[in-house]
């Protein structure tokens, strides 16, 4: 199943990136003026458009900041671009009634089926895999409902936070991609030695998730995109380096995590008691009963299904380098 | 029970396709309208898709679900270790 949702992500560029290109490609609205005259009286009629508008490119409109009301610069004095509005502002600039009220309702569904998603997953993680292991073990069914209902509330409140930390990047995927270093790129090493290598220990492991975080946090502070401030972006211990966007930052800042990640939990495992194998059956490859063959045809195997999609990816990739 | 998810998706698109086709049609003449999408009737357009895109789940899901109906169900075997989700 994941290999089947895996062919919609290839033409996800698609979707993302050209309605971004054609939306800075189009002229840029302006205030104008056009002076008519009928029947001897001259008319004035001025299109007034707003300063975010007028500041930004195209249709993506520049960033606001909503204290001072001017629009935000980087360092080199050009205004920042919000180009989460760009898909907004093309709806509304093309859609007619009609067509224009399923998409914005396509565009909320999205947002509330993800924020849905993710709120599930937060208090069903922070009740049953901290507090209920951790925390407070052997309570009633009642107080962990309770503690769920309340880790949603504490949920919203950090989700909120974030949004005023998000609001000093220029596009919502930068701050994602960010994240995903911080959090995801250690984590999959982890997840890559302990289903592979049997000799993996506990300690190892969180050694090494430990390690990986705090370098891809070192790594953030010490570089900084090019024509950022010192700050969110970056450069909050010196600025070493200077990647050319947010982007390269974080994909360098993820290779950091994953490698430290990877190196200390090798050497923290072997310097540590190995589990014995008849605990590990199930949970690493090497030890896990293979199921038996399914009966399908080849090209309904997952390993032909991987290989082209894998393909298809490569070919894409080539194809719009 | 089980239902093919395909009947409820799919006639919830027929549905949004038929509102989107009927007044896409109805407002066919109106230029003001659609000279923002550069003077092609979206609603029409994409009416038409959404319409033959639920119908296509619709039917294909209606008649899965009569197949497994007629079909008796697979019988498990005892002692077998369920794997995956």
């Known amino acids: ?321 | 029970m089980s239902l093919d998810l395909r009947i409820p998706m799919g006639l919830m698109f027929t549905l949004t396709g038929l509102i989107l086709t009927v007044f896409g049609f109805v407002t066919n003449s109106d230029a003001a309208l659609y000279a923002k999408s550069l003077g092609i009737n979206a609603n029409l357009w994409w009416g038409m898709v959404l319409l033959a895109f639920g119908l296509t789940m619709y039917l294909m899901g209606r008649s899965s679900q009569k197949r497994l109906e007629k079909e008796p169900p697979p019988p498990v075997e005892e002692g077998e270790v369920r794997r995956g989700h």
């Open chain 1, 1 to 321: 199943m994941p290999l089947i949702a895996a062919i919609p992500k290839m033409v996800f560029p698609f979707l993302v990136i050209l309605p971004g290109l054609l939306a800075i490609g189009l002229p840029t609205p302006h205030t104008t003026t056009v002076v008519t005259e009928q029947n001897g009286a001259i008319i004035h009629s001025t299109n007034v458009v707003s300063k975010e508008a007028e500041e930004g490119r195209g249709l993506v409109p520049a960033k606001i900041n909503p204290v001072t009301g001017q629009a935000m610069l980087d360092a080199s004095g050009k205004p920042l671009l919000d180009y989460d509005m760009a898909t907004p502002n093309m709806l509304l600039h093309y859609f007619p009634t009609g067509i224009l009220g399923l998409g914005l309702t396509a565009l909320l569904a999205s947002f509330m089926s993800g924020m849905a998603g993710n709120v599930t997953a937060f208090n069903t993680v922070f009740t049953y895999d901290l507090y209920q292991s951790y925390i407070h073990k052997g309570a009633s069914d009642r107080h962990y409902l309770a503690v769920g209902r309340w880790a949603t509330v504490g949920g919203i409140l950090l989700s909120i936070g974030t949004a005023y930390a998000a609001i000093n990047f220029n596009n919502i995927m930068d701050t994602l991609q960010l994240v995903f270093s911080f959090v995801n790129a250690p984590l999959f090493a982890t997840f890559l030695l302990g289903m592979f290598w049997k000799r993996t220990t506990g300690h190892g492991a969180f050694a090494g998730l430990v390690t990986g975080t705090v370098a891809a946090m070192v790594h953030h502070g010490l570089t900084l995109p090019i024509e950022a401030h010192p700050g969110i972006h970056g450069g909050w211990i010196t600025v070493l380096h200077q990647y050319p966007s947010d982007m390269a930052q974080n994909f360098y800042g993820a290779i950091f995590a994953f490698s430290a990640n990877f190196v200390v939990a090798v050497l923290v495992s072997l310097c540590t008691k190995p589990r014995p194998e008849s605990e590990l059956v199930g949970l690493v490859h090497s030890l896990t009963p293979k199921p038996p063959k399914a009966h399908n045809r080849w090209w309904k195997s997952p390993e032909a299904l991987a290989v082209a999609i894998l393909l298809c990816a490569i070919a894409l990739n080539i194809f719009f380098a």
